[in-house]
């Protein structure tokens, strides 16, 4: 297992970046034709999920996902 240390600043950073790659994402698989790429799409997009619900928040507690 990869452990990665962040300052809350870096957490913030990289809580903002996941979220908007998140929002980006889910237009592409709203716009997609492709099953197979949708399909591949989405995995990715539960992957962020996890990913951010994962990462504190800055005040140091679990925030509800933008968007959801």
Known sequence: MVRLE???EEAGVL???LSIFLSDLR???AD???WEFRQTLKEQE???KSL???LPSPAGRREAEPGA
């Open 52 to 54: 951010l619900e994962r």
């Open 27 to 29: 237009m592409e698989v």
């Open 46 to 48: 539960e992957f962020l």
């Open 32 to 34: 997609t034709d492709s």
């Open 15 to 17: 809580r903002e970046i």
């Open 6 to 8: 962040l300052t809350p």
